[in-house]
């Protein structure tokens, strides 16, 4: 992946780029931050803007206890927009398959199964927690 300062960001001086040429159908990517959340009442969301010309699924990755081996979850499959698209994804079901184990990863993979280059923008990328409400 590439970071781009531009004015195409969505906002403030830039964004990361990830493309996916013809000629290859699934383009793994992943935040490199490992994230830490240690209340396993909150509700966690990863906040974002995104603008891409393909599919792309996000991934959450953690392991189901301490000291075991990581899996990789899927969260959600987000489709193509031709302008910046603000989302929040809710992370908690995720989360809860990790047994709510505090340190986890997000990735991602640039799904491409027609063979049509394209682009992935990110923008803006945040972990939010909030007071459960039970």
Same mark, same amino acid.
């Given at each position: 992946?590439?970071?781009?300062?531009?004015?195409?960001?969505c =906002?403030?001086m830039?964004?990361i780029s990830?493309?996916?040429?013809d000629s290859?159908?699934?383009v793994?990517f992943?935040?490199? =931050?490992?994230?830490y959340?240690?209340?396993p009442?909150?509700?966690?969301?990863?906040e974002?803007? =995104?603008?891409?010309?393909i599919?792309?699924?996000?991934?959450?990755?953690?392991?189901? !206890?301490?000291?075991?081996?990581?899996?990789?979850?899927r969260?959600?499959?987000v489709?193509? !927009?031709?302008h910046?698209?603000?989302?929040?994804?809710n992370?908690?079901?995720?989360?809860?398959?990790?047994?709510?184990?505090?340190?986890?990863?997000?990735?991602?993979a640039?799904?491409?199964p027609?063979?049509?280059?394209?682009?992935?923008?990110?923008?803006?990328?945040?972990?939010l =927690?909030?007071?459960?409400?039970l």
């Amino acid at each position: 992946w590439h970071k781009y300062a531009s004015a195409e960001a969505c =906002t403030g001086m830039g964004y990361i780029s990830v493309h996916d040429p013809d000629s290859v159908t699934n383009v793994p990517f992943s935040i490199k =931050t490992d994230f830490y959340v240690a209340d396993p009442t909150r509700a966690l969301y990863l906040e974002l803007d =995104t603008r891409s010309d393909i599919r792309f699924e996000v991934y959450m990755e953690s392991a189901y !206890t301490s000291g075991g081996a990581t899996d990789k979850q899927r969260v959600m499959v987000v489709n193509p !927009t031709d302008h910046w698209q603000h989302m929040y994804i809710n992370l908690g079901r995720p989360w809860s398959w990790f047994n709510h184990h505090p340190a986890f990863k997000l990735s991602f993979a640039a799904l491409n199964p027609y063979g049509e280059e394209g682009d992935i923008r990110l923008d803006n990328v945040k972990i939010l =927690t909030t007071a459960s409400v039970l």
